[in-house]
């Protein structure tokens, strides 16, 4: 599977930014998705994962009620929608495929994207 993301850039605290995650190369539906991130000096994070169909999502406890995670798997196509966006959000967004139909952070991704980078400054 090849995961390229886009959708990332500089934005104020406060606003919001919608990244994407075109997949290639494998049954889209067949995998459950995710995103990490990492900001420097700092170790990479879970920060949404959503099942095959959709219907399950999982957010960490730093990203919920403000993130959501959404897929069209006519598109093969993840997003990661964003709002209410903090300096603490400033990191390189990665998107992550898993053979699970059920992905929620837990266990290592099989596919991993290029990332993105998101900044977060006035």
């Known amino acids: 599977v090849q995961l390229v993301e886009s959708g990332g850039g500089l934005v104020q605290p406060g606003g919001s930014l919608r990244l994407s995650c075109a997949a290639s190369?494998?049954?889209?539906?067949?995998?459950?998705m995710g995103w990490f991130r990492q900001a420097p000096g700092k170790e990479r994070e879970f920060v949404a994962g959503?099942?095959?169909?959709?219907?399950?999502?999982y957010y960490a406890n730093s990203v919920k009620g403000r993130f959501t995670i959404s897929r069209d798997n006519a598109k093969n196509t993840v997003y990661l929608q964003m709002n209410s966006l903090k300096p603490e959000d400033t990191a390189v967004y990665y998107c992550?495929?898993?053979?699970?139909?059920?992905?929620?952070?837990?266990?290592?991704?099989?596919?991993w994207g290029q990332g993105t980078q998101v900044t977060v400054s006035s």
């Open positions: 190369g494998r049954t889209f539906r067949n995998y459950g």
């Open positions: 992550v495929a898993h053979g699970a139909r059920v992905y929620d952070g837990s266990i290592d991704p099989d596919y």
């Open positions: 959503i099942s095959w169909s959709g219907g399950s999502t």
